[in-house]
């Protein structure tokens, strides 16, 4: 059994968060050559013999071999030409392939093949097989779906799989750039960790330090292999591809994307709205995410060098929050209005817990440690390099709190007066 699976079953017993986790996840195999088995470990499984095989033309080509693995099986195929956003028409398109039927589906790539899968797997209860063609995201095991519905990308809530394949042969020799992703998407857990730890301790939503441990251990594992990250090595592409399922993992434990996406992650969401807007293909997830990860590391370590402030409410210009995300408005209104996320905030309680907000932050790598680390990982550092302006970097910083009902040290910019 793999030690993804010792993770998961350890989960299983009483948490001292007061929660029982429970993973669907039943079997995660990593290894060498497993393309060659993927039919024999989906019969091992329980899964129909009637099979939806979706995949795009570069991740089945990634998985060469898989077809014939799957002999016996009826398999029809959905392929998509060059998959890079998933839609919600996407989603209704499978669901409509798998409705009422005996079929189990299997997914052939990373994220945005496997992402309309896991919704449309979870809307119809069929059984979701994921085959990892690189180590670019860390959404494998998640348990949401992020999907485009007119224009604006939320969460939805999805399921994991139930098999989780990862052939380190093939992880290996994925093309550099989403292995450089795969980086800059984990460096993120940083400031998603302390984002959540924050919120806890100023709103007291709920928090699991089992789950955060296990994210932030596979990101400072992960920090390690830095200089391999590029190197066409099986050892270091399954390792890496495992850190990657612990945050996957960690999130479907908490049923939230909370130990793995914070500040960072809304940036890089919004920026990616204002593109789909433009109809511009957005970047990788992971290099978008890594360039907002080191802004923000930069932010909160220079709050962290704050010794005290004055807190006081919010006061936000909301026409011209709304005039800002013009067609995305309606939506960011729902999220803020009629209660907002920050009302839950006290600001003598912020002011009181300043010190100890400050430690946490002090308790993760500095922005140019993981400025060097992601350098050696050949992630791109700046802005420049993931083809934006600074404004409209800048814009994106200022308004990207209001996106989602989730708090953040970001988000309390405007509360916060430095002394
Ligand atoms: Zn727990
Ligand atoms: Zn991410």
């Known amino acids: 059994m793999s030690e993804i699976m010792d993770i998961i079953n350890a989960f299983k017993s009483e948490c001292a968060c007061g929660r029982k986790h429970a993973a669907t996840i039943e079997d995660v195999q990593i290894a060498s050559g497993l393309v060659h088995h993927v039919g024999e470990i989906l019969r091992n499984n329980g899964f129909s013999e009637n099979l939806l095989l979706i995949a795009d033309k570069n991740t089945l080509a990634a998985a060469d071999g898989i077809t014939e693995s799957l002999q016996g099986f009826h398999v029809e195929y959905k392929l998509y030409d060059n998959l890079r956003v998933a839609d919600m028409e996407h989603v209704e398109e499978i669901e409509s392939m798998i409705a009422g039927r005996d079929?189990?589906?299997?997914?052939?790539?990373?994220?945005?093949?496997?992402?309309?899968?896991?919704?449309?797997?979870?809307?119809?209860?069929?059984?979701?097989?994921?085959?990892?063609?690189?180590?670019?995201?860390?959404?494998?095991?998640?348990?949401?779906?992020?999907?485009?519905?007119?224009?604006?990308?939320?969460?939805?809530?999805?399921?994991?799989?139930?098999?989780?394949?990862?052939?380190?042969?093939?992880?290996?020799?994925?093309?550099?750039?989403?292995?450089?992703?795969?980086?800059?998407?984990?460096?993120?857990?940083?400031?998603?960790?302390?984002?959540?730890?924050?919120?806890?301790?100023?709103?007291?939503?709920?928090?699991?330090?089992?789950?955060?441990?296990?994210?932030?251990?596979?990101?400072?594992?992960?920090?390690?292999?830095?200089?391999?990250?590029?190197?066409?090595?099986?050892?270091?592409?399954?390792?890496?591809?495992?850190?990657?399922?612990?945050?996957?993992?960690?999130?479907?434990?908490?049923?939230?994307?909370?130990?793995?996406?914070?500040?960072?992650?809304?940036?890089?969401?919004?920026?990616?709205?204002?593109?789909?807007?433009?109809?511009?293909?957005?970047?990788?997830?992971?290099?978008?995410?890594?360039?907002?990860?080191?802004a923000m590391l930069e932010y909160y370590h220079a709050m962290a060098s704050v010794p005290a402030i004055r807190a006081q409410k919010e006061s936000v210009d909301w026409e011209k929050v709304y005039r800002f995300y013009g067609a995305m408005s309606e939506d960011i209104r729902k999220l803020n209005e009629p209660e907002n996320i920050i009302d839950e905030v006290s600001?003598?309680?912020?002011?009181?817990?300043?010190?100890?907000?400050?430690?946490?932050?002090?308790?993760?790598?500095?922005?140019?440690?993981?400025?060097?680390?992601?350098?050696?990982?050949?992630?791109?550092?700046?802005v420049e390099d993931i083809g934006k302006t600074e404004a409209f970097f800048a814009v994106c910083t200022e308004y990207s709190p209001y996106m989602r009902k989730r708090l953040t040290l970001r988000r309390m910019h405007k509360m916060i007066r430095c002394l």
């Open 103 to 294: 079929i189990s589906v299997l997914s052939v790539g990373t994220g945005s093949v496997n992402d309309p899968c896991r919704l449309a797997a979870a809307r119809q209860q069929k059984k979701l097989c994921i085959f990892a063609t690189a180590p670019s995201m860390d959404g494998f095991a998640s348990y949401s779906s992020p999907i485009v519905c007119g224009g604006f990308k939320s969460s939805y809530p999805a399921k994991s799989p139930e098999v989780i394949i990862g052939d380190t042969k093939i992880l290996a020799s994925a093309p550099a750039a989403l292995k450089s992703a795969g980086f800059g998407d984990m460096v993120a857990k940083y400031i998603s960790l302390v984002d959540w730890q924050i919120s806890a301790l100023l709103t007291g939503e709920y928090y699991c330090e089992k789950i955060a441990s296990l994210a932030r251990q596979a990101v400072d594992e992960l920090m390690e292999l830095a200089d391999k990250v590029t190197v066409e090595d099986e050892y270091t592409a399954g390792k890496i591809f495992e850190a990657l399922l612990k945050t996957g993992i960690g999130m479907s434990f908490s049923q939230n994307s909370r130990p793995a996406s914070g500040a960072e992650h809304m940036i890089a969401h919004l920026m990616e709205c204002k593109e789909l807007e433009e109809g511009i293909v957005p970047n990788f997830h992971g290099d978008d995410v890594g360039v907002c990860t080191l």
């Open 347 to 382: 600001p003598e309680l912020l002011e009181q817990k300043w010190p100890e907000i400050c430690q946490i932050i002090r308790s993760i790598p500095s922005c140019e440690q993981c400025r060097e680390a992601m350098r050696k990982a050949g992630c791109k550092l700046t």
